[in-house]
């Protein structure tokens, strides 16, 4: 294939829609052709060093060769089984990750995608509170199944769509780099929790059921709420009969540098979210929860299915890709890969004072251009130009925003078994695009 050929079916076949079918005109965007490990090759051979890591499926690196033994076997036994039947692999899967979690978790099912777990773990928490009214946060992202997880998805914009589910309302994200209600950390106190909780007490329509977060608000500009923050929302769920959702479709399985995100949290969700990388690249996503929870939930009548979410072969990878990750260490190759990406960022700053915020965990960091450190006025010309250069270069990264009229935050997610040697490559791509960025910039 030739990119006019390309060009040919974008123009008469696909439906354009700007997220998630293709980002940026032809003549920007490569056209992927193959992947391996931290590289992805375009059409006219030419290569990038993919830190995002595909859509963020591939974050034990492209086509890992033990997740690829694992497919290969399958394709030899069994591919796809009726959800209704036990099959090993699936039961090796349910063993396996319950190893990983601290108590009360315990308890799994699969689905195949990320917003297929969102929409189960609202219906289990319906179900074990018999609440209703679900709450997420303004900048999260969950999702984009056409009504319950895309209306938890505030990042997007709920004008967008035609209807939104009900029950489903947001609360303020805790960004302290931008305080939303103008506060500062620790002196706050907790202020954005305290108004949220509040607002949400006069607008809950039924008895509240639970609160949905990402540990890092990921699509939402690469946000970690303050110590703490995680634990005062317990108290204010306890004293609701809420539960705890978090989402760990970008922060768990490793890439904070710990197994789980709400590790580094110091609360155990009641429900939790795995989706992503879970698979090795295959499509298989969990919801994962506590025996009690569980229980509940099922005898109200709780199930939730899909008629791939339990195949042999996407089983069998996710078992491969446990095993890597475990194995491997992959946690542990997150917090150095974070080290030496911040401790890069870091000198980067000194030099270009365009850098307003550097943050994240493990392989999922960002960081926010502004023109203006007292303002923050976001830096979206430049953060757009060094995107594109970089790209040019050889280098994918993303820009994210956090809130309207801002797209100034790179996200950035090398794969956890990337070198030492790409990190630093991708970190020369960056430094160059920025350096002449800022030249022009000067000169202008
Ligand atoms: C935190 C989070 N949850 C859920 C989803 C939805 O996952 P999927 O696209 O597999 O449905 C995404 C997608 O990017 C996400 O970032």
Known sequence: MDRNHAREILDQWVIPTEEGSYMGGIDERP?????????????????????QSGQMGAAIGHRHP????????????????????????????????????DDPLQRTLFLVTGSDTIEASVDLARKATGGLDILGMHDGLHGSTSFLSRSLSFAWKRGKHAAIAPATSAMLTPHCYRCPVGAKFPSCDYLCLKASMELADANFTSKPAAVIAEPIVSAGGVIEPPPGYFQALRRACDDRGMLIIFDEAQTGLGKTGKMFGYQHQGVVPDIMALSKHFGGGMPVSAVCTSDAVAKKAVANGFFATRSHATDPMACAAGVASLDVIVEEDLP?????????????????????????????????????????????????????????????NGLIIQLRGTGPGRRNVFRFVPPMTTTDEEIDRGLNILEDAMAQVMRTRVAS
């Open 31 to 51: 056209i992927l052709a193959a992947a391996n490990g931290s590289t992805v090759v375009d059409i006219e051979g030419n290569e990038y060093l993919d830190f």
């Open 66 to 101: 033990r997740v690829m033994e694992s497919i290969r076997k399958s394709t030899e036994s069994f591919v796809h089984a009726s959800n209704i039947m036990l099959n090993v692999p699936r039961l090796e899967l349910h063993e396996r990750l319950g190893h990983l979690f």
């Open 332 to 392: 542990g190759r997150a917090a150095r890969i974070e080290e030496r990406m911040k401790a890069a960022f870091r000198d980067m700053a000194k030099r270009y004072d365009i850098i307003g915020d550097i943050r994240g965990r493990g392989v999922l960091l960002g960081m926010e251009l502004v023109t203006d450190h007292e303002t923050k006025a976001p830096a979206n010309r430049e953060a757009a130009e060094i995107d594109r250069l970089c790209l040019k």
